[in-house]
């Protein structure tokens, strides 16, 4: 089994910035992907960014350029730089964590993110 915990989640103005962290403990073994998803209001859950163990990062279209993602495996955590925060940014952001071994994906127990003036 893998716990994520995530923080850093708030309420911030337009144009601010957030850091979100996801500290990750249990079976982490191994090669895997972390990364970042966030769910809004009657929408889907959306993939935001993602970052492979060994380094390679992914990210949607609609953050590219604002939205940072980096890790640190000796602490094992993944975090996310959110710059030039817009209200379209606004919603529940969760951790996740896929293990190639056991081909199964985790989740943490999301953290609100609020953009607005």
Partial sequence: QVQLVESGGGLVQPGESLRLSCAASGSIGGVNTM????????????????????????YADSVKGRFTISRDNAKSTVYLQMNSLKPED??????????????????????????SS
């Fill in 35 to 58: 990364g970042w998803y966030r769910q809004a209001p009657g929408k889907q859950r959306d993939v935001v960014a993602t970052i492979i163990s060994t380094g390679g990062t992914n």
């Fill in 90 to 115: 606004t919603a529940v952001y969760y951790c996740s964590f896929f293990s190639y071994s056991r081909l199964t994906q985790y989740w943490g127990q999301g953290t609100q993110v609020t953009v």
